[in-house]
């Protein structure tokens, strides 16, 4: 059975950084794509980072275009884990933040979530101002 655990939300204020964490479990993931996707009060879901296996390549990475050098996606293989640097925070960053897997996305669907087979809980962001 599949799994994605993500941990390191929380409240914390304007400025400040978190880092994310999301384990998975039930395979190995090394040759997933894997991303970070949040979701807003009375917002729909949106697309943040992720870490694209291309199929006999390395890792691409792609990030929402409000990232502007603040958020950082890496994964450690080995550990089954992707995580989320995120700095400089505000307000408007507030949100669940999702993980999510997928052994096949589509290039030209990795930032639309569609396509992603595991999904994990979410965990809390919160941002004081």
């Known amino acids: 059975q599949v799994q994605l655990v993500e941990s390191g939300g929380g409240l914390v204020q304007a400025g400040g950084s978190l880092r994310l964490s999301c384990a998975a479990s039930?395979?190995?993931?090394?040759?997933?794509?894997l991303g970070w996707f949040r979701q807003a009060p009375g917002k729909e879901r949106e697309f943040v980072a992720a870490?694209?296996?291309?199929?006999?390549?390395?890792?691409?990475?792609y990030y929402a275009s409000f990232r502007r050098g603040r958020f950082t996606i890496s994964r450690d293989n080995a550990k089954n884990t992707v995580y989320l640097q995120m700095n400089s925070l505000t307000p408007e960053d507030t949100a669940v933040y999702y993980c999510?897997?997928?052994?096949?996305?589509?290039?030209?669907?990795?930032?639309?979530?569609?396509?992603?087979?595991?999904w994990g809980q979410g965990t809390q962001v919160t941002v004081s101002s």
């Open positions: 039930g395979r190995t993931f090394s040759t997933y794509t």
């Open positions: 870490s694209h296996w291309r199929s006999g390549s390395t890792y691409y990475t």
């Open positions: 999510a897997a997928s052994q096949d996305v589509r290039t030209t669907q990795v930032m639309g979530g569609r396509e992603y087979d595991y």
